[in-house]
């Protein structure tokens, strides 16, 4: 067994042992590793991806989709809307959708093309300056905007929590956010408080490092 598939079912039976009664989708961030590496996670059985960079997935998925058609890809990084043509041909999920302009970037590209990724909305819980995501008083007219006025096929929300912070409270606000809006898709938790995300009610979980091991 690889490095990669022992990393990948460790992470998966703490998955399964924080969650004995529901599922949660276990998304591999593949951010900075090679397409080699992706394709020994496949080969374990790996199907969901975690992308932060347009052009990085663009030069290591369109192959390794030829041979894996479930394979399922994520944006969890920013998105500028001059990346959103590529963007919407790639990814199956974009989980960064943050502003207004970038709502109707993504829903005017989905018109021309007729493909229609699922989004998220990015929270920025912690209502740090430095940190893409809306403010959770915003989040209201942001799921308005993205469901009344652009059409978009919001799925759910997702949140990086502050380093610095105990993660639990921002976990659970995200969750009741989405609750009340009646989102089923809950993206929050990565390597190092995974658990705890899902204690609080994640549906997808982030995780890179614990996988893939770190980039020298």
């Not at 960079?53 to 290591?60: H, I, L, S, W």
């Not at 005017?108 to 093309?113: A, G, H, L, N, V």
């Not at 912690?126 to 809306?134: C, D, I, W, Y």
């Amino acid at each position: 067994m690889s490095a990669i598939a022992a990393g990948l079912s460790a992470i998966l039976a703490r998955i399964r042992a924080a969650s004995p009664e529901r599922s949660v989708t276990l998304v591999a961030v593949s951010k900075t590793h090679s397409a080699e590496a992706v394709a020994q996670a496949l080969a374990a059985g790996q199907r969901v991806f975690g992308e932060n960079r347009v052009q990085e997935a663009k030069a290591k998925f369109p192959d390794l989709r030829g041979g894996y058609p479930d394979l399922e890809l994520h944006l969890i990084g920013p998105l500028q809307t001059n990346k959103v043509r590529d963007a919407i041909a790639l990814f199956d999920v974009i989980e960064t959708v943050d502003r207004p302009k970038l709502a109707r970037a993504l829903a005017d590209e989905m018109e021309r093309t007729g493909r229609r990724p699922r989004i998220l909305i990015q929270v920025n819980t912690g209502r740090e300056a430095q940190k893409a995501g809306v403010d959770p008083d915003q989040l209201d007219a942001m799921v308005a905007i993205c469901r009344n006025e652009y059409k978009l096929p919001l799925a759910g929300l997702m949140c990086i929590p502050p380093a610095e912070d105990d993660p639990a409270p921002h976990f659970r606000l995200l969750a009741d956010m989405a609750r009340r809006h009646g989102l089923d898709v809950i993206s929050m938790g990565m390597s190092g408080d995974f658990e705890t995300a899902i204690t609080e009610g994640a549906t997808h979980v982030r995780v890179g490092s614990a996988i893939f091991g770190h980039r020298v």
